[in-house]
C-alpha cells in the first residue's frame, strides 16, 4: 500500500484507540461508587419556649445565629461548623440541633393538668420558666391562675392554722421563688387574703430579671397575650421593671423570706411539708416558681454563707476599690473577673480555679483575660481550692500545697449550677416526653377561663394602696373571706372547716370546673 495513505490510517487508529481508552477512563471516574453521604445537624426552634436571652447568638462562633423579633433565627447557615454550642446553652431547649431528615428531638416536659398542677402530686403548682412556659408575660398570668384555681379545687382558707407551733408555721399556699410568677401569686394571695409566704434563695426578688445585662429591655412578649396578672408588664428596661415592682411590693408588705433555700417539698396527708436551709413549714398548696437557673452549686467549705460570699454577679459597676475573689474555671468566672478587673473600679481581682487551664472558655474571653493579667488587674490561681471563708476572707490552698489566707471584700463562687429537673423530680413532678414544637395555650386565657374578662395591667404606676378597689378588687369568687378583719376570718375559717361538708367546696364552683378529674383531686389530698 501507498506509505501515503498508510500513514494516516496508522496514525487514526492510534487516536481512535487513545480516545477509546479515554472515554473507558473517563467512564470510570464518572462512577465513583457508593459514597457516605454527609448529613448536617440542623437547628429546629420552638418559639413557645424561645425568650430572646440571645445566649445561643452570643456563643455562636461564625455568627449564624440573629434575634428577630425576639427570637433566635438561623441567618447564616453556610458558615455553621455544627459544634452544637448555641443548642448546649439553650436555658429553655427552645432550639435543638438534629440531623436533617430526622425529627428534633423529645422535650422532656412536666406533667401538669391544664392549670399547671403537678398530675403525680395535686396541689403543688408548677409555673413559669420552670413549667415550660417561659416570659414573664405568661409568668405573670400563671401565677394568677393557680391561685384562683386553687381556691376553687379546695384550698380552705386558713385550715392549718390550728396547727401553728414555734416549731412550724402553717400558711394556706407557700410560694417557692420570687420571679414575676411567684410575685403574682403572692399579690393575689394579697387580694384574696390568704395565709402566705414567698421563698426566695436570693437577695432581692426577681433575680434572675435583676441579673439581666444593664438596660436590656424587657420585651412584653407574647404580644397577643393580655397581662392579665396583678404585677404590670409592659415593653420596659429591667430597672424599670423591678423598680415598678419593689414599688408595689413595699406597698402591699408582701411577706417575703430572702436568702432562704426551699431543699426539700413532701406531700403529707392533706398537706405539704417544706424544708428550707432556716427551717419547717407547713401549707396547703405549694407554688414553685423557681426559673430554670437551678441550684448554684457550692463548694461546701465553712465560711460559704458568710453575707460577702455570693453566687452570683449581677452589677459589675457596684463594686469599687476592693480586693474580690472569684472562684471557677468556666466562661461564667472568667467574665466575671474580666468585668469586675475593669481599670476605672480599680478593684484587684484572684481567679482561682482547681484545674490547671481553662479549656472550656471562649476565645475572646480568654484574649481579654489574659490581658487582664498582664496588667495585673486579675491574677490567676490555677491548681487552687478554696479551704475556708472567714470574716477577714478566705485560705486558699495553693497548686504547691501551701495554705495562703487572703484578705477580701467580696468573693464570688461561679462554679456553674445543677438543672432543676432533678430536684423538681424529688419533690413529686413527674416528666413526659413531647414533640419539640409542643405548646401550652394562652396563658390570658387561663385566667380568664377562671374570672371572666380582666383588665390588661400594662400600665406602671399605679398607687396600690390608694387604688385599692381597683387595681386590687376581687372579683366575686367563692371564697370563705369576706371583709372582717384577718384574726376573725380565720377563726371563722377554723369553724367552717369543721362544719362545712368536704365536697362543699366545690358546689360553689362555675359548673365548667366541676370536673370528675378536680373532685378526684380534692378528695385525694383531703385523703
Ligand atoms: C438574658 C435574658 C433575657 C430575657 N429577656 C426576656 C424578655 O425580654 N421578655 C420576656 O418576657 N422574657 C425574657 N426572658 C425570660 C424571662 O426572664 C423568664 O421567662 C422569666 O423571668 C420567668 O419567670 P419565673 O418567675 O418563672 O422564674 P424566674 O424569673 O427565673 O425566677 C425564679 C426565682 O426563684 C428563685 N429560686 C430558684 N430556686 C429556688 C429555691 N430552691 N428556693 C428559693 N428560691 C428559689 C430564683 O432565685 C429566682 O428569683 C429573658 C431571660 C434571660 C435570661
Ligand atoms: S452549631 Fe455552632 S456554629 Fe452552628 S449555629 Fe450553633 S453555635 Fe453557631
Ligand atoms: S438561647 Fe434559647 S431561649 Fe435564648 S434566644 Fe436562643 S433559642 Fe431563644
Redesign the pocket.
Same mark, same amino acid.
Given at each position: 500500500m501507498d506509505p501515503v495513505i498508510i500513514g494516516p490510517l496508522i496514525a487514526g487508529g492510534a487516536l481512535a484507540l487513545i480516545i477509546a481508552f479515554k472515554v473507558l477512563l473517563s467512564g470510570r471516574k464518572k462512577d465513583p461508587g457508593p459514597q457516605k453521604k454527609v448529613r448536617l445537624l440542623i437547628h429546629s426552634i420552638n418559639d413557645d419556649r424561645c425568650?430572646?436571652? !440571645?445566649?445561643c447568638v452570643t456563643v455562636c462562633p461564625t455568627d449564624v445565629l440573629e434575634l428577630q423579633k425576639?427570637k433566635s433565627r438561623v441567618a447564616r447557615f453556610g458558615d455553621c461548623i455544627q459544634c452544637e454550642q448555641c443548642a448546649n446553652v439553650c *436555658?429553655?431547649t427552645a432550639l435543638v440541633m438534629h440531623h436533617e431528615g430526622t425529627e428534633p428531638p423529645p422535650l422532656l416536659v412536666p406533667d401538669l393538668d391544664d392549670y399547671y398542677q403537678s398530675n403525680a402530686t395535686p396541689g403543688l403548682y408548677l409555673?413559669?420558666?420552670?413549667?415550660g412556659? *417561659?416570659?414573664? +408575660?405568661?409568668?405573670v398570668n400563671?401565677?394568677r391562675a393557680a391561685i384562683e384555681h386553687a381556691l376553687r379545687s379546695g384550698l380552705r382558707p386558713g385550715a392549718l392554722s390550728g396547727m401553728n407551733s414555734p416549731q412550724l408555721t402553717c400558711y394556706d399556699v407557700i410560694i #417557692?421563688?420570687?420571679?414575676?410568677?411567684?410575685?403574682s401569686a403572692a399579690l393575689s394571695c394579697v387580694q384574696r387574703k390568704l395565709s402566705y409566704v414567698v421563698? $426566695? +434563695? !436570693?437577695a432581692f #426578688?426577681?433575680?434572675?430579671?435583676?441579673?439581666?445585662?444593664k438596660g436590656?429591655? %424587657?420585651?412584653?412578649?407574647p404580644y397577643d397575650v393580655r397581662c392579665v396578672g396583678l404585677l404590670p %408588664?409592659w415593653d420596659s428596661t429591667k430597672e424599670q421593671a423591678i423598680g415598678e415592682w419593689n414599688r408595689i411590693l413595699s406597698e402591699v408588705e408582701l411577706n417575703l423570706k430572702m436568702k432562704? %433555700? #426551699? $431543699?426539700d417539698i413532701k406531700r403529707d396527708q392533706a398537706s405539704f411539708v417544706i424544708k428550707?436551709d432556716k427551717g419547717t413549714y407547713r401549707a396547703q398548696r405549694v407554688l414553685v416558681?423557681? =426559673?430554670?437557673? =437551678?441550684?448554684p452549686r457550692r463548694l461546701n467549705v465553712p465560711g460559704e454563707d458568710l453575707d460577702f460570699v455570693q453566687p452570683l454577679l449581677d452589677d459589675p459597676d457596684k463594686y469599687t476599690g476592693r480586693t474580690i475573689l472569684v472562684v471557677g474555671g468556666g466562661d461564667s468566672a472568667v467574665e466575671a473577673a474580666i468585668a469586675l478587673s475593669a481599670p476605672e473600679l480599680r478593684n484587684k481581682v484572684l481567679l482561682s480555679y482547681r484545674g490547671k487551664a481553662f479549656n472550656r472558655v471562649k476565645a475572646k474571653n480568654r484574649q481579654d483575660l489574659d490581658l487582664a493579667e498582664q496588667q495585673k488587674r486579675v491574677l490567676v490561681l490555677f491548681g487552687s481550692n478554696v479551704a475556708e471563708f472567714n470574716r477577714q476572707g478566705a485560705t486558699l490552698k495553693l497548686a504547691d500545697g501551701r495554705m495562703r489566707p487572703v484578705p477580701l471584700q467580696n468573693a464570688f463562687v461561679l462554679i456553674g449550677g445543677d438543672p *432543676?429537673v432533678k430536684?423538681l423530680e424529688s419533690i413529686g413532678v413527674r416528666y413526659v416526653q413531647k414533640p419539640h414544637s409542643y405548646q401550652r395555650g394562652a396563658t390570658d386565657q387561663l385566667v380568664e377561663r377562671l374570672l371572666g374578662r380582666q383588665p390588661e395591667n400594662n400600665r406602671p404606676g399605679q398607687a396600690v394602696s390608694t387604688e385599692l378597689s381597683s387595681f386590687f378588687q376581687a372579683p366575686a369568687m367563692p371564697s370563705l373571706v369576706g371583709d372582717r378583719p384577718v384574726m376573725a376570718q380565720r377563726r371563722e375559717r377554723k369553724e367552717a372547716t369543721i362544719m362545712v361538708p368536704k365536697e362543699a367546696f366545690l358546689l360553689h364552683l362555675p359548673e365548667k370546673l366541676k370536673l370528675d378529674a378536680e373532685a378526684q383531686k380534692v378528695s385525694d389530698l383531703r385523703r
Open positions: 425568650t430572646g436571652c !440571645d445566649a425576639n *436555658p429553655t409555673l413559669g420558666e420552670a413549667a412556659k *417561659p416570659l414573664v +408575660k405568661n409568668a400563671l401565677g #417557692v421563688g420570687s420571679g414575676p410568677a411567684g410575685l421563698v $426566695e +434563695k !436570693d #426578688v426577681a433575680s434572675t430579671i435583676a441579673r439581666y445585662p436590656k429591655k %424587657v420585651m412584653a412578649e %408588664v432562704e %433555700v #426551699v $431543699e428550707t416558681a423557681i =426559673g430554670t437557673r =437551678g441550684k *432543676p430536684w
